[in-house]
């Protein structure tokens, strides 16, 4: 077998650029594309939320399908290069498309485009999204080299999705108005045509700059799991169960969030400045995140065990939660104030994603113990489908929310005004409740059923490592 040399600066550089391409793309779809076709389009709320639901379903479950044909292509530029080059260029295109929807088309016509876009948005962000982590075994050395890279990649995603969040606003509004936008609505829909086609250049660009440095050095045998295996392994294996369910519902608490955030920054807390508070708001929240990740845990961790870090991270944003919603029914515009619960809540969400990932890794040590067989790369292709079920029901609860309590623009009004006094209850009580209930439901289910101590996973470790060192005396 050919030995790996080690990965060079600007290998790294390389594959981390793509992933910051790959999750703007991301974000800039999962926290605007319900508010650019309600909002903006005019199409129904719960149409729209139906239509986040069922594709974010469709695209949950077509993560094995594709796993399973990257699995069996074979080709001169290797296995994963050519999904991931082709996966990128139709997604970019298809970006594009779906925040391109012509201002001629209503009604049905519009919830079909809406509909259509979106689904082969998921599919072709599927196409290249299992490549780009599945092809990490073929060009790095097992062991410290490969959990760096994915660290490093993990941590440029999140740079990407932060980009998006900070400019994402503000471009809009400078884009518009130099496409000639007659009105408020025609420079938000002209503006996000065009930043969508910004950053599906960008995407390919920092694709391109992946593919042509990253070379597969070996073939590797990429085992996927199909959605039977998942649930299998979640039936025998009540431990992963556990973690899926706190997955879910901390992933469920913070996409409700970001949905309508934005609702409220602009038909509520200052509509008139809303755009440089609402960026000022994600500006930091984003920073808070990765430097709770980067800098926070790390430091709990010197003097806590995780659980006891989980527990600390969720009454840290259930405090935030309180503390927005009292700010919020306070009448102030300081938009300061807001960063206080911006910090308890987005560092919180920046730990227990950190968390979670440990303690999905100790239930695959539990796993091998109970069932005799180890279910590694199962248990972590269902994050993914977990993270995209979360991301679906949030944008279906969000848009329940945005219909019963009419939150939209009033169209007669010569300037952006504020929505009525029970609208606005409305959306604050359920963008702060609604997410307290569900990282209850969550802290519930963890504190009841989750029994991997630290003492028990070393108990585990060990009695591991006697039944291998018995095998092989055997």
């Known amino acids: 077998m050919e030995t790996k040399k080690k990965l060079s600066v600007g290998e790294k550089f390389a594959y981390g650029i793509g992933a910051v391409g790959k999750d703007m793309v991301y974000m800039l779809s999962a926290t605007y594309i319900l508010y650019y076709y ?30 399973v044909l990257v699995a069996k292509t074979k080709t001169r530029w290797g296995k994963f290069r050519p999904w991931l080059f082709v996966g990128t260029l139709l997604n970019a295109v298809v970006l594009f498309l779906m925040f391109s929807a012509p201002p001629t088309l209503n009604g049905s016509g519009l919830v079909a485009y809406a509909a259509t876009t979106y689904i082969l948005w998921g599919v072709t962000y599927t196409m290249m999204d299992i490549p780009y982590w599945s092809m990490i075994p073929a060009f790095t050395e097992s062991g410290k080299e490969r959990e760096g890279l994915s660290a490093l990649a993990r941590s440029c995603a999140g740079v990407g999705s932060a980009i998006i969040s900070i400019i994402t606003v503000l471009s809009v509004s400078a884009l518009g108005n130099l496409a000639g936008g007659a ?8 503006g996000y045509k065009y930043f969508a086609l910004i950053i599906a250049i960008l995407f390919v660009l920092f694709t391109t700059i992946t593919c042509m440095t990253i070379k597969e050095k ?32 901390i992933n469920t608490a913070l996409y ?13 807390f200052s509509p008139a400045s809303w755009e ?47 503390l927005l919603l009292i700010i919020a029914f306070s009448g102030t515009a300081n938009i300061y104030l807001l960063l206080i619960p911006a910090f308890l809540i987005m560092s919180a969400i920046g730990m227990l994603n950190v968390i979670v990932t440990v303690f999905l890794a100790n239930t695959v040590d539990y796993g091998e113990l109970k069932n005799n ?25 969000a848009s329940v929310v945005i219909s019963v309590f009419h939150i939209q623009k009033d169209e007669t009004a010569a300037v952006l005004t504020a929505i ?37 996973i070393e108990e585990i470790t060990k009695s591991l490592k006697e039944t291998s060192i018995s095998e092989k005396c055997s």
């Open 38 to 67: 309600q909002d903006i389009m005019g199409v129904s709320a719960v149409a729209m939320g139906i239509i986040l639901f069922i594709a974010r379903i469709f695209d949950a479950f077509n993560d094995p399908i594709m796993g």
């Open 183 to 190: 009105n408020a609505t025609e420079i938000e829909r002209l």
């Open 218 to 249: 070996s073939s590797v045998e990429m085992k996927q799991a199909t959605v039977g295996e998942m649930f299998k392994s979640l039936v025998q294996n009540d431990q992963a169960m556990t973690m899926v369910i706190a997955i879910v519902m």
């Open 256 to 268: 409700i969030t970001s949905n309508l955030v934005i609702y409220f920054f602009k038909y509520d």
């Open 276 to 322: 440089a508070n609402y960026t000022s708001f994600n500006t930091f929240g984003g920073a808070f995140q990765i430097l709770a990740m980067m800098v926070l845990f790390p430091l709990f961790r010197r003097f806590m065990n995780t659980i006891k870090i989980f527990y600390v991270s969720f009454t840290m944003a259930m405090a935030g939660y309180v």
């Open 373 to 397: 067989r180890r279910d590694e790369s199962v248990i972590f292709s269902m994050q993914t489908f977990v993270v995209k079920l979360a991301s679906g029901i949030a944008a279906l609860v």
């Open 420 to 456: 009525d006094e029970s609208s606005r209850m409305g959306l604050r009580l359920c963008m702060t409740i609604i997410p307290i209930v569900v990282l209850l439901i969550g802290l519930f289910v963890f504190k009841k059923n989750y029994i991997l101590t630290d003492e028990k």
